[in-house]
């Protein structure tokens, strides 16, 4: 049985050494899969060491680090429900579950829900200028968004991504994820950050070969890309 464990440990180690390879590969090209696919293997090192006596130390890194690069992604849900994890393993005191869930709802436009990890993170931790920054940020981002008329399409935002929170990790369910989020984006006139979804989501359909979904994404894309060059003097 201690053999068996001590080889689980192995394993999870190596994968996570694989992981970090591919945030070092996407760190040059973040519209690439590499963070996807880091993600991902930070999941299967996760869910082979869940169980194992021992094992907390290194499962809050992994959780961390998936949290660090499903944000990177475009996944804030999901980067949030890691960080939660986190946090209650470890009492909530914790400098990087409360930054980085902080700073996923901050991506999220959730500035109150942000505002209350910032708030926990200043006084568990008062030195760490990351967080006192963030804080302020927030509070400042609060204040303007009360009176923000695009308040609606942020919930949509919000409310796909919890709805692909609850759903299977499918890399179908994943695409269609990214083109609902990039259409919220595309709503708010953020047309680089909806190209960059969008592509994303290009990627995942062609490797499904789900030609209906890619030729529809396709077209939109090629929208947005004429768009871009209309509004260029």
């Known amino acids: 049985m201690e053999q068996k464990i001590k080889q689980a440990f192995g394993y999870v180690v190596q994968l996570k050494a694989k992981a970090a390879l591919e945030v070092k590969k996407g760190q040059n090209n973040p519209k690439s ?3 996807y696919n ?5 999941t299967q090192a996760i869910d082979t060491i869940k169980s194992l006596p021992g094992s907390q130390d290194l499962l809050l890194k992994l959780l961390c680090n998936r949290a660090y ?30 930054y980085r869930a902080a700073l996923a709802c901050y991506y999220l436009h959730d500035y109150k829900k942000g505002t209350e990890y910032s708030t926990l993170g200043i006084t568990c931790f008062p030195k760490s200028k990351v967080m006192n920054t963030l804080h302020q940020l927030l509070q400042t981002e609060s204040s303007e968004f009360s009176s923000d008329p695009r308040v609606k399409i942020f919930d949509r935002i919000r409310s796909v991504a919890s709805k692909v929170s609850a759903m299977s990790d499918t890399d179908c369910a994943k ?22 979804l969008f592509s994303q989501a290009i990627v995942l359909y062609k490797s499904l070969n789900e030609t209906k979904k890619l030729r529809k994404v396709l077209n939109i894309i090629i929208d947005l890309y004429n768009s871009i060059n209309e509004l260029d003097p």
Request: negative net charge; glycine residues 4%.
């Open 38 to 42: 880091a993600s991902k293997i930070y």
């Open 69 to 98: 690069v499903n944000m990177i992604f475009g996944s804030f849900e999901f980067a949030i429900n890691d960080c939660k994890m986190v946090l209650i393993k470890t009492g909530h005191l914790h400098a990087k579950a409360l």
């Open 175 to 196: 695409a269609d994820f990214l083109v609902e989020n990039a259409n919220s984006y595309y709503d708010l006139g953020n047309i680089l950050l909806a190209i960059n």
């Open 33 to 35: 899969l590499h963070y």
